[in-house]
């Protein structure tokens, strides 16, 4: 696998923390590589606040996650309102909101799950920052008794478009 390397180029090796590719690039340069390692890892590249595309953006830059939420039964009907309000004026009012689809779980209904499509990284920042957004957020922190998001890659990008046509 190493024949496919190219020895005529720098190659950039980086992993969390910048121990494990400490030790690789070091190997690779034993066998003649010409290679950097990026110290302190991703994590310190992250935060020196420096560009990162991960696995959420696909190649047209999609952001596709599930919002994995649980909410304190005392404010379930409340929670529930914001979910379902926040979601229809971001889709409504936001261009690069594809779809904000909140689902309440059958076997538990306290537990949430949101089907978020952004268009690219910023739509999603943008998304963010608007009032509606915040409002929701702010207004519901102390529902919340737990939040996990989880980013996802398509399987099968050319078949999105028709999930959507498929609906009317």
Known sequence: ???????????AIY?????????????????????VNLKGGIIAWEEANMPVITSEQDKNGLIIRIAEIEVHPQYLKEYLEAARSVGA???????????????????????????????????????????????????????????NLVDLSPLDKEAMPLIFTKIQ
């Not at 494990?20 to 340069?29: D, I, V």
């Not at 594809?98 to 089907?115: G, Y």
């Not at 978020?116 to 999603?124: D, G, L, Q, S, T």
């Open 1 to 11: 696998m190493l024949e496919k390397l190219p020895k005529d180029k720098t190659i």
């Open 89 to 147: 004026e971001s889709v409504k009012k936001e261009p690069g909101v594809i779809c904000i689809f909140p689902n309440q779980m059958t076997e538990d209904e306290n537990k949430i799950r949101i089907v978020e499509i952004y268009r690219n990284k910023e739509a999603y920042e943008h998304h963010l920052k608007t009032e509606h957004f915040q409002t929701y957020k702010q207004g519901t922190l102390h529902m919340v008794k737990s939040l």
């Open 15 to 35: 992993c969390r923390s910048g121990r494990r590719s400490a030790n690789a690039a070091g190997k690779l340069a034993d066998v003649g590589y010409k290679c």
